[in-house]
């Protein structure tokens, strides 16, 4: 307790510039510490964006290459209704 009071008291006699200057070695020491998993944090979450993107895309992609083999589909089939079988009926 005698070294908490003490610490107080010393941090009360500091300037504004001192404190300042304490902080910030505080938070550079704290960021010193959590480097490690702050990386390995911003690795996960943009390969989880990555992942995402490249998804969306593939989607996308397929998507695009279904609907023009349906529109193939679709005329083909239109000309084998116009040349359809002749007989009687409608020739």
Known sequence: MA??????S???SLTAA?????????ELDYWKKNAARLRSRNLLTGLGIGAFVVGMFSYTILSVKQE???????????????RGPRTGANS
Do not use: C, F, N, V
Request: hydrophobic letters at 40%.
């Open 3 to 8: 070294e908490k009071a003490a610490e107080g």
């Open 10 to 12: 010393a941090e009360a």
């Open 18 to 26: 001192e404190r300042q200057l304490l902080r910030r070695r505080q």
């Open 68 to 82: 023009r083999i349906m529109e193939e589909l679709d005329d083909e089939a239109k000309i084998h209704i116009i």
